[in-house]
């Protein structure tokens, strides 16, 4: 389809470079205003949105990989151990060196004997409390995690297990709203069609009535110019002559209402096909003289719209995306269930006492979250969600309604236009005898001025009627193909 309309257009294209004016059928004048609709293009657009957010949404049942890294500088380091605690491990020789000379002291005091076994050891304690300081500081050394340049990096692996059916749901609603994104681009579809029918057949009926107002023109100019002869010889008077003027002025008036017309006309279709307003076109069927008359299957009619009207299909995925909306707000309120693995990575090391190396570990869980209590919001949120699903369904069923009247009322309509053409088709035929017989009496001198523009008044409006009558049999037909969605 997309070959044939990019076809024609560069038909059409040559076509008005090399002729001043350029013949569009019906067909062509559908294919030039599918094809340069901003709206159908933007609807096209919004499928392929739908389309890759259907996509997006099934990678919810897949596993997430995720990286993150972060360097921090701080102020302060982070330290293991207080300030006393620093203090009493630099200072635990000291404190042992002076307690060891006091029991020294107490046992020399209390057993002399044994302090003279001891005194040769007494110039040895000194040197241990210096090594007893000096091992207390290097512990609070080896403490020391000097933190204040922080690196820290992780891999993170989520798989969802259970969310409450959340996920489901949404892969639902996002294949009925690409669905809904494809009725909605046929519907604009077949409201541009119906609009380029009208604006085609508009065109049709009005380069016709241009033609009847020439053609009119031309009858009472000649009537104007018979009378003047005759006011001349003596047998009409002036006001014979005044009266057929007057007619002539309004012949004239309704030609020029019919070429403005005709001009406005041409510009909007013009505009739906995508050409410049002012290019000089010409339609194929501008010289039809005789429609042919619609058949319609009535018992069928009701029965194909429900099954085709794309209208009815995008309430119905509405319908299916406000119930699985009602599932989406429950499973906010559902236990959700999900397994986590990662790999973290910090420097300083975590592992081998705050080293500055780069240092890392893995880790698996499951992350498992109950909502508790929420005062009702829940209960709420879900009433609220299968409100809006009802509201839904009710306009479902109350457009299905007015189809049904619409497409008896474009039944209806068909058939009252296909009588309306019969009757004007009657009409004319006795116009034309009636204007046979009143220029035949009026050359004779036996009818009056007045009748014979009685008579051209009379064939004008039936012929008027006749060209209305044709254009509403084709255009009640599209109506009628368009309440049964059938219109393509």
Request: proline content about 2%.
């Amino acid at each position: 389809m997309k070959k044939k309309i990019f076809g024609f257009i560069l038909f059409i294209g040559s076509s008005l470079g090399t002729t001043a004016q350029s013949v569009l059928s019906l067909d062509s004048c559908r294919a030039l205003a599918l094809a340069n609709n901003k709206e159908l293009r933007i609807s096209t657009e919004k499928i392929g949105a739908a389309h890759y957010e259907r996509k997006a949404a099934f990678t919810h049942f897949l596993p997430k990989l995720s990286a993150m890294g972060t360097y921090m500088r701080t102020e302060k380091e982070i330290s293991l151990l207080s300030d006393e605690q620093k203090g009493a491990l630099s200072n635990i020789g000291t404190v042992a060196q002076g307690s060891i000379q006091e029991t020294f002291q107490q046992l020399a005091a209390s057993n002399p004997s044994l302090a003279q076994l001891l005194e040769p050891l007494a110039p040895l304690i000194p040197g241990i409390g210096d090594a007893l300081n000096t091992a207390g500081q290097g512990l609070v050394d080896a403490l020391h995690t000097d933190t204040r340049n922080l690196y820290a990096g992780a891999i993170t692996l989520t798989q969802p297990i259970y969310m409450g059916g959340k996920i489901t749901a949404y892969n639902k609603i996002s294949r009925y709203a690409e669905q809904l994104a494809a009725s909605q681009h046929a519907t604009g579809m077949q409201d541009l069609i119906l609009s380029t029918d009208k604006a085609y057949w508009q065109v049709i009926s009005l380069v016709n009535k241009k033609k009847l107002a020439e053609s009119f023109v031309q009858l009472v100019r000649q009537l104007d110019s018979d009378v003047d002869k005759m006011i001349a010889e003596g047998v009409a008077t002036k006001a014979d002559g005044l009266s057929v003027k007057v007619k002539v002025n309004e012949a004239e008036m309704k030609l020029t209402q019919a070429e403005n017309g005709l001009s406005l006309s041409k510009m909007v279709l013009c505009q739906l096909c995508g050409l410049p307003l002012d290019s000089e076109i010409s339609l194929a069927d501008e010289g039809l003289e005789d429609l042919s008359l619609p058949l319609t299957e009535k018992e069928s009619n009701i029965t194909t719209a429900l099954a085709n009207r794309e209208e009815l299909k995008s309430l119905e995925l509405a319908r299916k995306i406000y119930d699985q909306k009602v599932n989406v707000t429950r499973a906010d309120f559902l236990p959700s269930v999900a397994l986590t693995a990662n790999y973290l990575v910090t420097n300083p090391s975590l592992v081998n006492g705050f080293e500055r190396k780069f240092r890392g570990m893995w880790a698996i869980g499951a992350m498992v979250q109950i909502p508790l209590w929420s005062w009702g919001e829940g209960m709420y949120k879900v009433k609220a969600a299968k409100a809006e699903a009802n509201i839904a369904r009710y306009r479902l069923e109350e457009v299905r309604e007015k189809v049904e009247l619409q497409v008896s009322q474009a039944s209806y309509q068909v058939n009252e236009a296909a009588k309306r053409l019969t009757m004007a088709e009657k009409n004319m035929e006795k116009a034309d005898e009636n204007l046979r017989y009143a220029k035949l009496g009026f050359s004779e001198g036996v009818i009056p001025t007045s009748q014979v523009l009685e008579a051209q008044t009379a064939w004008l409006s039936a012929q008027s009627d006749k060209i209305d009558a044709q254009i509403d049999v084709k255009l009640t037909e599209v109506y009628l193909r368009k309440s049964m969605g059938t219109l393509k």
